[in-house]
């Protein structure tokens, strides 16, 4: 009898290796197997037999640009498969008190606060700057069930980037790991949360999904667009 397809897709992802090299594709972004050897602690011959089979499996792609070799998850489904394993991991203890003190440890601060889900802004900031663009009109359900920028939302976030950079671009909920509420998702919300980055309103941290809210971004988030 074949081995189911599921039985093998689960089994790449059961890897305490692997599932550390997925996860940290979560943040959206490209990675050399150097990078990722050293992010997991293995040798680059090892990272390289693991990074083959979770493209030969679909969980990874890869791009080759000149001499370099990167590294990133196949597509937002298989992110959005990944968020789910670790909700489920996450729900292992069902009190609601245990789940509360282990999300308010010291080392699960940031994360919980900002963190980016396959390039779009999540966690605590993530699902404010849903809530605050909903509340103030400036995106609005679309028929599809999905979601489109407004035209006082288009001049409201002007400061971020072009209007023409906000047309057209796919926008959707996505169900937070973290906050059980959602948070946008989709490519307009990478490209929102890209120009946060650029802007110098978030930083990225090197080893990790964590985001940090930036002094400017304070300024621009906290006291102007997300206020309600």
Known sequence: MNEPRLARVAAAIADPTRARVLSRLLDGRLH???ELATHAGVTAPTMSAH???LVDEGLARVRQQGRHRYFGLADG????A????????DQRDTEPAADARRWHRPEMHGLRHARSCYGHLAGELGVRWREALLAKGWVQAAP???YEVSEPGREALAELMPAEAMTGRELYDCVDWSERRDHFAG???VT???AMVDKGWLRRDAQSRELTLTPMGKL????GLLRT
Do not use: F, P
């Not at 990944?82 to 991991?89: C, D, F, H, I, S």
């Open 32 to 34: 050399t197997a150097g």
């Open 51 to 53: 990074l083959k089979l």
């Open 77 to 80: 489904d298989v992110a959005h």
């Open 82 to 89: 990944l968020e789910a394993l670790l909700r489920v991991a």
């Open 144 to 146: 599809d069930g999905r």
């Open 187 to 189: 490519a307009l919300a």
């Open 192 to 194: 929102w949360l890209n």
């Open 220 to 223: 621009a988030l906290e006291a």
